[in-house]
């Protein structure tokens, strides 16, 4: 079956517009996760969704970053006024869920690059 | 100090080597230890997956966890082209759906 998708595979934006980055989970799977790699950084985790609420928002940086998901599916992680620090790769990855909910299956990612 | 600690390489191995990655931990609350691999501009894809303390094999690719020295370790057997990646561990708390905390990552380089 598909995998996790995201789009845009690539984004450059200019500092101050808002980007809006979406992630389609693996059919059926209930917890949806972004994380955010930069370089020197690593992979660090954003927010976590289990179906449409989010009990853990809790490497957000700023209240500029902001998700949401819908239907238990697609989620979108915007990021209104883009700084330059912004800049990463942003991944999403999907799991099972509370059950079996280890194995976390990571999309392509979006390269979004702030100019 | 960081919760996770991997030393990023580069690490550059001869085909057909024995390569052994490693991380270090500072929370003793972590039960669940990944291996995940990422190519190039690729996200990563789970490799190995352990519960606790002990080794797991799949293949080439041995999983060693030691709890009491809070110390994780992937060896790869005969190593492959193919194998040059970015290899990242990642360590969780609970089985409940909480966040994956990963190593930086260490990018190996396999020569034919």
């Known amino acids: 079956g598909a995998g996790v998708s995201q789009s845009p595979s690539n984004k450059v934006t200019e500092k101050g517009k808002d980007v809006e980055l979406r992630c389609d989970p693996i059919?059926?799977?209930?917890?949806l996760y972004w994380y955010r790699q930069s370089l020197g950084q690593g992979l660090e985790f954003l927010i976590y969704?289990?179906?449409?609420?989010?009990?853990?928002k809790s490497g957000l940086p700023s209240d500029r970053f902001s998700a949401e998901r819908t239907g238990g599916s697609v989620s979108t992680l915007t990021i209104q006024r883009t700084q330059q620090e912004d800049s990463a790769v942003y991944l999403c990855?999907?799991?099972?869920?509370?059950?079996?909910?280890?194995?976390?299956?990571f999309g392509p990612g979006t390269r979004l690059t702030v100019l | 100090q960081k919760e996770v600690e991997q030393d990023p390489g580069p690490l550059s191995v001869p085909e057909g080597a024995i390569v052994s990655l490693n991380c270090t931990y500072s929370?003793?609350?972590?039960?669940?230890f990944m291996w995940y691999r990422q190519y190039s501009r690729k996200g990563p894809e789970l490799l190995m997956y352990?519960?606790?303390?002990g080794n797991k094999e799949d293949g080439r690719f041995t999983a060693q966890v030691d709890k009491s020295s809070k110390y994780i370790s992937l060896f790869i057997r005969d190593s492959q082209p193919s194998d040059s990646a970015t290899y990242l561990c990642?360590?969780?708390?609970?089985?409940?759906?909480?966040?994956?905390?990963f190593g930086k990552g260490t990018t190996l380089s396999v020569s034919s």
């Open positions: 990855a999907s799991s099972p869920g509370l059950a079996g909910g280890n194995t976390q299956y």
């Open positions: 059919s059926g799977h209930t917890a």
């Open positions: 969704f289990q179906g449409n609420s989010a009990p853990d």
């Open positions: 929370n003793s609350a972590f039960q669940y």
């Open positions: 352990t519960y606790s303390s």
């Open positions: 990642a360590l969780k708390e609970n089985q409940a759906g909480t966040a994956l905390i």
